[in-house]
């Protein structure tokens, strides 16, 4: 399965219609093909949706659908895919930090496959040597020239052959990108669980999408808390049931001892690093984990109406 192939197919139809989609793109052999998705772009659903699949490598569909209003009244996004390792952990989780001359952004997308250095790869596979990348940058800059030239080189291209999606937290396609990660934050949450990846064959994940924030603190926090408190995903996977009984109170958000503020609450208590946060927090309010052998399901945590 060549992931940055994929999601170049994928992400045809919105090189091919700036106008449409209302972003920016710029081409040149120094940088390849920058694309706005929502800093000076306008960007919008339709790129928001967009840029999730491409980042999940062209392996799941993205949409806006209704939830439950009891919860939410606005708009859902939802992500479906059966192809939860390749689209959410070779691809989708936000493994990439990009610190380079000033520049910060969170990188992910099937780039990550072609740089291959994260220690995940090591266990689920799915590293690849393409002639062209794609990445996914959450970040409130285009990168520069010698940003891009960093990122070529890690993935083993020259830097005409890079395609690099921006969009900040606080925009409209920003904010779907990373409320699209329901079914990713569930897959690695069970990966750091030390449960078996293989046995996930299909996932499936709605989340609320919070109104656009003004700024990228709240944007953080109303993006997280979405997942963290309204997130439900169900997962279906194979083997025994006992592995599901034992490990499924422990996948869902409240099972860490973070759980319970807002996430801005939380994130200004750790000095704005995420990786003072503890790492389990990452996850779905709600899990369930059909197992497709034995025919029995399981359903664990709850959602958080009053944060959301």
């Known amino acids: 399965m060549k992931l ?3 999601a170049l197919e994928c992400g045809k139809s919105l090189l091919a219609g700036p106008t449409r989609y209302q972003i920016a793109i710029s081409r040149d052999s120094r940088c390849g093909c920058l694309v706005d998705c929502g800093i000076e772009a306008t960007g919008g659903l339709q790129v928001g949706c967009r840029l999730a699949e491409i980042c999940l490598a062209g392996l799941a569909n993205v949409t806006l659908t209704a939830g439950d209003a009891n919860v939410w009244r606005g708009p859902w996004v939802a992500t479906k895919t059966d192809f939860p390792v390749a689209a959410c952990m070779a691809s989708q989780y936000a493994g990439w930090q990009i610190a380079l001359d000033k520049y910060f952004a969170m990188g992910s997308g099937p780039m990550r496959a072609a740089r291959g250095q ?3 790869f090591e266990k689920i596979g799915f590293r690849e040597h393409p002639d062209q990348v794609v990445g996914v940058l959450e970040s409130t800059a285009l990168p ?3 940003v891009c030239r960093d990122i070529a080189e890690h993935c083993g291209v020259v830097p005409g052959n890079l395609t690099l999606l921006v969009a900040p937290t606080a925009s409209i396609a920003g904010t779907i990108q990373v409320v699209a990660r329901s079914v990713e934050t569930a897959m690695h949450k069970l990966f750091e669980l030390g449960f078996d990846l293989e046995r996930v064959i299909s996932g499936w994940g709605i989340a609320p999408l919070p109104p656009v924030a003004s700024d990228i603190l709240t944007g ?4 997280n808390d979405a997942v963290l408190y309204g997130a439900r995903v169900t997962l279906w ?4 049931d006992a592995t599901l009984q034992r490990i499924g109170p422990r996948v869902p958000s409240c099972a860490s001892p973070d759980y319970g503020r807002p996430f801005a609450q939380i994130f200004e208590h750790y000095d704005h690093d995420f990786y003072k946060i503890d790492p389990l927090l990452f996850s779905p ?3 369930h984990l059909i197992n497709i052998e034995t025919g029995n399901s399981f359903r664990f945590g709850r959602l958080k109406r009053g944060i959301l």
């Open 118 to 120: 994260e220690p995940i």
């Open 285 to 287: 309010a709600e899990i």
């Open 220 to 223: 953080i926090g109303r993006t």
């Open 237 to 240: 996977v194979r083997g025994d």
């Open 144 to 146: 520069s020239e010698t």
């Open 4 to 6: 940055n192939a994929n």
